[in-house]
C-alpha cells in the first residue's frame, strides 16, 4: 500500500493482530435449512450444531423476526380456576398473586388477557376537620391522626399553601 509504505500483506496482518474485522466481511452465507432450525432450539445448541458463534444464531433469528426457543413443560402450566379469576380487579395484582399463589406478572397479564380493568383503590377526599389540623403540627404526626400517609398530608398542606409547622 502505496499510501502507509507498506505491502497490502502486512496491513492484512496488523488488522489480524488488532482484531480489527475485514470490512465487509459477514460470515458465510446462511442456507435455508439453517434458516428453518432459528429458534427451534436454544441458541447456544444451534451455534454448536451449526458450527456458527451464538451471536451470529442470535443476530440472525433476530434479523428473520423468529422468536427464541422456550423450553416449557407441560406439567408447569397451570389453567386458572374461577375462584382465582374472582379476585382480578377487585385487588391490587401483587395482593391477587400473593394470595393465589402466582406471579404478579402472571396476574397483571391475565387480568389484561380477559379485559379487567386494574384495581385502584378509591381515595377519600379530603374533610375540612382534616384541612384545619395542616401545619399545627409536623406532618408525620399528623398522618399518623387522620390515618393518612406523610407525603399524603405533605402534598395536600402544599396544595393548599400552608406552610410546615
Not at 496488523?14 to 432459528?38: D, F, H, K, S
Not at 380487579?89 to 391477587?96: A, H, I, N
Not at 384495581?119 to 399545627?136: I, V
Request: a positive charge; glycine letters at 6%; hydrophobic letters at 35%.
Amino acid at each position: 500500500m502505496r499510501r502507509f509504505n507498506c505491502t497490502a500483506q502486512t496491513v492484512k496482518m496488523r488488522r489480524w493482530r488488532l482484531r480489527i474485522p475485514v470490512p465487509g466481511y459477514l460470515g458465510r452465507p446462511w442456507t435455508a435449512q439453517e434458516e428453518v432450525l432459528l429458534g427451534s432450539m436454544p441458541d447456544e445448541e444451534l451455534a454448536a450444531k451449526l458450527n456458527r458463534t451464538v451471536k451470529a444464531i442470535t443476530y440472525r433469528r433476530q434479523e428473520l423476526r423468529i422468536r427464541a426457543f422456550v423450553r416449557t413443560s407441560r406439567a408447569k402450566i397451570r389453567t386458572w380456576t374461577s375462584e382465582e379469576v374472582a379476585y382480578l380487579g377487585k385487588l391490587p395484582d401483587r395482593e391477587v398473586a400473593r394470595l393465589i399463589g402466582r406471579r404478579p406478572g402472571d396476574v397483571t397479564s391475565k387480568r389484561r388477557h380477559i379485559g379487567v380493568c386494574y384495581f385502584a383503590q378509591k381515595r377519600r377526599p379530603w374533610t375540612p376537620k382534616e384541612d384545619g389540623l395542616l401545619g399545627t403540627a409536623q406532618d408525620h404526626v399528623i398522618a399518623e391522626k387522620i390515618n393518612r400517609s406523610t407525603s399524603a398530608v405533605c402534598w395536600r398542606r402544599g396544595q393548599l399553601g400552608i406552610a410546615p409547622a
